[in-house]
């Protein structure tokens, strides 16, 4: 058992002991046992954050394959002039190559066929592909600079979900379920969104490990919502079981249970009637939380016709913003569909229809609702393309391979600085010229966005105090508002 | 434990530590196929084999002398790690991973040991340096497979693993096969002497002589020294480029030259006393170019083209046409690194060259391959002047055809009649019917096959040109469905106003070809339905002779290459031989049918040792490629010594650690039969029994059981016996509060264990008790019910699908269930099963609402709450609460209290009046899951049944052990 529940199962002990020497009554046993113990799904490790924090809910829209930075946000006008030509050696250096690219003789420079416009009061440069988020300049925080040193999708996104290149270790959701635990007790803390981009059609893979627990206890993991079929695994009652019987039967099966308990004494017995309390109550607030129905015309409208599409991005951002409605601790949308090794201009105007509209959307209704200040955004991959074009470079076509040395993720939100762009890449997009952000640097100072002190939310595993930032990341002050 | 489903539950555990999956993991988690060692596991639990040698046959079984298919299937525990197929991904990277697991999981699994931390730095607590890490991973680091696994399900070293009727089968093909190749290849008596016979003839009609060139000037254009020496070679000394280019200037008197050779010669003063200047010995001659002028004006260059090419050896991928092929990165290579001979190749211009006042030739040797320095070091040239045998050898040259058509008619007699526009007059540009119709170009009709058309009632011409040096006859093989007439150079050579279907060689066209370009128009005429044309020219007395045969019959001298005496049999015995054809085709038959059974037997990956050792290096903070020392098998110094007798290396390693020296193994592995049965070791971390760990609960015991296992012979189910008949095991689980005050965790053993049961379990036991579980023990991993779409959500490209088995599958016990890493079993990892991704010695015990929902909702646990519904109605009477008693003793081992079998009673009541008034969900439920629905069960009192099992199955008490 973890040191967790111990600890929880403990405070429970001393109150039964305190009681009562003898059996316990079904009544008593509700007034017993500390309600808010049990408030949600999962215990927080931390009575409370290190600092008080900005944010409580954390929205992570993960755009999984490599969006091409050049192509979206990093505005390198000078490269037009430059398009085609080879790229200098000097600028790439010794820089580790995938296999795909390793045996390319040369590397000319692809300049975007996308134009660029500044907007808002920023002035930020935002590419024509994404005309909504250019709509949200001056609520978010684009980072120019990350970085990491992962070069093949399986060990960048599990690098930039769980600290490190290697499987094995818990992904941030997990780490913030752990450490600030559930706000609410009918759904999980903990909630995973998959879409497909139109794009799609050799989209990179994803793991479970990158919304599990790792060694971390396994309550923590994140739960797949589907978008289609039960939103959680064998959430509805089999067909012919309505849920009035469900009811009876789990009140039935818990006063066997508490017989059980007044034979046995054993506590696990008590915390698993609460489990089925929760099944039951989760039963109602999947459901309600999924039905759009009730949503206003303005409201489907502003994330795009795709929304009424379960399953498609725009459907899965509104239900993020009800999830963050109803206090959910960290919400994870995948989509798939972003790794341009050929075709890049194509591909990348689909991927973007797809998600620029819904993103927007769901800054400018968290925005709205009062939501967007404790909630923070974020918008981006596990790594970025390079300058240097994969392949033939023709009047409408070139492909980009990955490139970690420097990509663009964009955030909003609690805590988080809005209209402002940080850290400059070279003249080539290739390199970071200026304030760089490692992945660990990110994740720090997402943690410290929800109050959270990322060197001491530790975890002892193997004899070690292991940590989300591993032995490393520095808070990037200057993005936190 | 004499009944095989010991050895079931006891590899389940297993399973775990072997970090054991059916899938590869990284990327695309390419499925794997490695079932054969669960197989293995299994039975070893089963004959009981001890403890060491179960542990030396997985850890390096492939090893041991004479190794049994089994114990090399055992090493397939080293295989189990998680390997990548991804494109781009560095092997020296991953290799290191994958050494670095296997270390990771020999020190967990025996060892107790986490020596994680040490491959970055030595390791503070526990006395384990980073350099022994390495020195750990160095014994692991030599297995012969490859870095990535291409995505296939068994990647090297792996081994079939037939049925005994599968062996049998495969030595009966395997005779077959070899008893057709001998009468096909093998020597023959007859046939040999024809064949001598038939060269000879040949060797004379095509001999050609060749006369050595002298050259007058030679350049190398990378700086290399080239040297003319006195028999006419020459010599490259000096700077040594990576790539260069020769030149060689040659003056051939008047006349024509209709062959070059090049000989690439052996010299001392080349490395290896090649003749190459690479350090292995071998040359790429990326390609030859000759240009002429005449002498008289030197300007006049010509550039001649080669249409033919023969060497007397070529390595596989690099003939010696790629010589000729214009591509620099394609080259003639003849293993000079391996064969130490003379080397001889010859060339076959379009058509001869020379000028008749005397010819200034430019020959120039390129080698621009990615290989560097691999130039020729010694070659020689020489030319040979037109002959009759080179008449012969020059191959004619055809261009694609172009196509116009169809011309329709009213009948097939009207098209072939009717003289269309093609006839009349060839012009390419030329369209004809209003524009409708027009000469297309078809690249992708080929010689040799019937090449499909289309059309009824319909004539189609077909046009190509044929170049010849010189004037001389063609054969021409032809066949068509159904009409055909042929024009060479305008002049008809065929009229066949016949309706048939299509075939080779159906008829066969002598005819006179001009030098030069020489026009052949074919016109095919369809009546119906099929509609094709087939064309195949060979020459005038060539016996279809080969530009490759004909070359060697021509040039190869005396001495023949194996190579060429090779092609020559195979090519006359093809030819020649009777039956060959019929004897061909059987071997071709039985190929195929040995490769369907080939498919059909199992393989599994094993380990299996390189013949030298890759080099293994401690790592400077754990960079893979920061390489640091060097670094030699070994084990940690705080450990005692690898035996002095042993090698070291693999089975050193595994003998090492069942040693009766070895404090650890023993201790370790007691101590998880402990945790097994009580739900927490003597040593609660398992994994880690060093200072970081926790300190035993019950030293004495442990080191008791553990004496004990070393002494028994490293006999497992004598431990299981022991600990299972313990008194501490017997004890009552019952929870006092004085009990809980003062042992809260049972650490102090003062009652019996009480834990919820692991995933497997959960699930078996709910199969089991509605009468579902399928008893087949062993086989390939199979597919349960899963909800639709988990699989191809996380996929590469969305591809991927699960589909459930029918059958017995979804019935089969849990550790068959088939185990993908990306989308592990969502009922398994619900209850705490690992993801397998790495070894794993100890489960997590949660309990949330996920767990619930799956026991009440999920369809494998309604469709065994059926299954223990209709046996509460068929097993024990009609008294429900005799029913009751039933299904609770057989869910808990125990009797209900009078409470609690009223608590079901009453779910029982409300759910039979419910189902009575709506039958039609009744019987919904009683739909789900696959197995069959009994007769003769009233559904409403079915279904009410189905609640109660459900209720059963749903019980804490059901799911927990005590």
Known sequence: MNPLQERSLLLTRRQFFGRSAAGIGTAALASLLNPSLFAGMTRSALEKPHFAPKAKRVIYLFMSGGPSQLDLFDYKPNLQKLHKTELPSSVRGMQRLTGMTSGQGTFPIAASLFKFNQHGKSGAWISELIPHTAEIVDDIAIVKTINTEAINHDPAVTFIQTGAQQPGRPSVGAWLNYGLGSMNSDLPAFVVMISRGSA?????????????????PSEYQGVNFRGSGDPVLFLSNPPGLDGTMRKRFIDGVNKLNQSEYESFGDPEIAARISQYEMAYRMQSSVPELADISSEPEHILDMYGPDVRKPGSFAANCLLARRLAERNVRFIQLYHRG????????????????????????????????????????IWGGEFGRTTYSQGQITATSYGRDHHGRCFSIWMAGGGIKPGISYGQTDDFCYNVAENPVHIHDFNATVLRCLGINHEKLTYRFQGRDFRLTDVHGNIVNEILA | MDSTRYGEQMARYWLDHARYADSHGYHIDAPRMVWKYREWVIDAYNKNKPFDQFTIEQIAGDMLPDATLSQKIASGFNRCNMSTGEGGAIEDEYRVKYAADRVETVGTVWLGLTVGCAQCHSHKYD?????????LSAFFNSIAEPALDGNVPAPEPKIKVPSKEQAAEEEKFNQKIAALKEKLEGPNTDLDRAQQEWEKKWAEKLHTDFFVASPVEVKSIGGATLKNLDDSSILAEGTNPDKDTYEVLLRHPPGKIGAIRLEALL?????????ARSENGNFVLTELEVETAPIAEPKRR???????????????????????DGKSDTGWAAEGHKRKENRTATFIPEKPFGYSGGTEIRVRLRFDSQFPKHAIGRFRLALAPVSEGLRLLTPLQFSSWQMAGPFAAESGQAAFET???????IDLTETFNEGKVKWVAKPEFTDGKANELSGE????????????????????SLGSDDAIKVWVNGKLVLDKNVQRGIAPDQDKISVELNEGENQLLLKVVNYSSGYAFYFNPSREESDSLTPEIAQILAFSGKELSEQHKTALRKFYRQNFSPGWKELSAELAQTQDEMKKLDAQIPVTMVSKELETPRDTYLLVRGQYDAHGEKVFPNVPSVLPPLPHSDKTNRLALAKWLVDKENPLTARVTVNRYWQRYF????????????????????????????????????????MQKLILTSATYKQSSRVTPELLHSDPQNRLLARGPRFRMDAEMIRDTALALGGLLAEKIGGPSVKPYQPPGLWTEVSYGFKEDYVPDKGEGPYRRSMYTYWKRQSPPPGMTTFDAPSREVCSVRRQRTNTPLQALELMNDPQYVEAARGLARRMMTECGSNPEKCIEFAYRLATSRKPSQNEINVLKEIFEKQFADYQTNREAALKLLSVGESKQADGLNPSEWAAWTTVASAILNMDATVTKS
């Open chain 2, 679 to 718: 739900g927490t070791g003597l040593v609660k971390t398992a994994e880690d029994f060093g200072s970081q760990g926790e300190a035993p609960s019950h030293p004495e015991l442990l080191d008791w059981l553990a004496t004990e296992f070393m002494n028994s012979g490293w006999d497992i189910k004598h």
């Open chain 2, 127 to 135: 006395p384990i340096a980073q350099k022994e890490f390495y020195q």
């Open chain 2, 302 to 324: 010509e550039r001649v083209r080669f249409v033919s090419a023969t060497a007397d050896y070529a390595q596989e991928g690099f003939p010696v046409t790629n010589a000729i």
């Open chain 2, 457 to 476: 009632n319909s004539a189609t011409y077909l046009y190509r040109t044929v170049r010849t040096p010189f004037a001389q006859k063609a054969t021409f």
């Open chain 2, 419 to 425: 003289e269309y526009g093609p006839e009349k007059k």
């Open chain 2, 267 to 275: 010299d001392d003063s080349l490395p290896n006393k090649s003749a």
């Open chain 1, 200 to 216: 799609a059609r050799d989209a990179q893979p994803l793991y479970s490990r990158l919304w599990g627990s790792g060694f971390l």
């Open chain 1, 338 to 377: 972003w790794d341009q090794h050929g075709d890049l201009p194509k591909d990348i105007a689909s991927q973007c229809k797809d998600v620029d509209q819904p993103s927007a959307a769901l800054v400018k209704d968290l925005k709205q609702r009062g939501l967007l200040e404790d909630t923070v955004v």
